[in-house]
């Protein structure tokens, strides 16, 4: 099965370090996600991607966080510096058009600690 | 804008049918369900358009109220495997890009 591949799997950085995160989304999907999930905010939609453009990072904190998409094979979510409050699981997901009645894969994920 | 599911929580005898509603505020085109295991990525269940029918995944089938903007997860003679927390993600009508934001989550605990 084709498979999203997120990279760094675990994470532990100290306070104000920077942190990138990256994902390879399966090949032919137009659509990238990056999602946060925490105990306490679910699953949050941090920014996403059409065809490599940015198409809504409103779910982003700017000052901090930015996400990038240089290629079709490679997508960046980075985090500069970090804070404690970064500290969740961030997901990557790709897919096509929801439109065409499908859903989307996601990545297994980076566990993210910042100490 | 978040979708409202309930309930938070339900846990059930293997053999036991459960419902997972999610309700949104919003006119909506699209819901998707995801099934997400602990320590695990979520996994597509299925999805449901405006205008489409009824969808199923083995013994699991959702339907979809488009004048109530709700849809409804049915998880029939339940299994041990279906233990998860289900997500509900929805998608406005219609905005030009497939935003999907996703409900709270449901846990179902199913029980030998």
């Known amino acids: 099965d084709a498979r999203v591949t997120q990279t760094p799997r675990h994470k532990v950085t100290e306070m104000g370090q920077e942190v990138t995160m990256r994902c390879q989304p399966i090949l032919g999907h137009n659509t990238v996600f990056w999602y946060r999930q925490t105990m306490m905010q679910g699953l949050e939609l941090l920014a996403y991607f059409r065809n490599r453009a940015p198409l809504d990072d409103s779910g982003m904190p700017k000052d901090r966080f930015s996400a990038e998409m240089p290629d079709a094979t490679l997508a960046t979510l980075k985090i500069q510096p970090s804070e404690p409050r970064d500290s969740a699981v961030y997901f990557c997901?790709?897919?096509?058009?929801?439109?065409?009645?499908?859903?989307?894969?996601f990545g297994s994920g980076t566990r993210l600690t910042v100490v | 804008q978040q979708p409202v599911q309930s309930p938070q929580a339900v846990i059930l005898r293997e053999g036991e049918d459960a419902v997972i509603n999610c309700s949104s505020s919003k006119a909506l085109y699209s819901v998707h369900w995801y099934r997400q295991k602990h320590g695990e990525a979520p996994v597509f269940l299925m999805i449901l358009l405006k205008g489409g029918e009824q969808m199923r995944h083995e013994k699991i089938s959702a339907s979809f109220n488009e004048k109530k903007q709700q849809s409804s997860l049915y998880l029939t003679a339940s299994q041990l495997s279906y233990s998860g927390t289900y997500f509900c993600?929805?998608?406005?009508?219609?905005?030009?890009?497939?935003?999907?934001?996703f409900g709270p989550g449901t846990s179902l605990s199913v029980i030998p």
């Open positions: 997901a790709s897919g096509l058009v929801v439109g065409q009645g499908r859903g989307y894969t």
């Open positions: 993600g929805t998608e406005m009508m219609k905005t030009s890009y497939d935003k999907v934001i």
